[in-house]
């Protein structure tokens, strides 16, 4: 997003970033972490669950700022970010 002037503080800010990971077995396949995902990070996987739900995973090279909504949005809490800040 292009803006037309920047913030003073641009420079000291820094973004968090995180890696999701969902707990396959609680998840109903429900998709509302893949709707709401504001960066875009999650999608539906192929592959099935013991319940025989399809779950979310993460798209390869999409960054997730680790807002940490899809742990506030899952009904079943079968979803949740770590940040990783400072790791390689």
């Known amino acids: 997003m292009k803006y037309w002037r920047k913030p003073l503080d641009l420079g000291t800010i820094e973004v968090t970033r995180g890696i999701v990971r969902v707990i396959e077995g609680r998840?109903?396949?429900?998709?509302?972490?893949?709707?709401?995902?504001?960066?875009?990070?999650?999608?539906?996987?192929?592959?099935?669950?013991r319940k025989g739900y399809h779950f979310p995973e993460t798209i390869p090279g999409r960054e997730c700022v680790n807002c940490r909504f899809c742990e506030a949005i899952c009904p079943e809490f079968a979803i949740y970010s770590v940040e990783t800040n400072g790791l390689a």
Request: one cysteine or more; glycine letters at 8%; a positive charge.
């Open 27 to 49: 998840c109903k396949g429900c998709e509302i972490c893949v709707n709401f995902c504001s960066r875009g990070v999650l999608r539906m996987s192929d592959k099935f669950n």
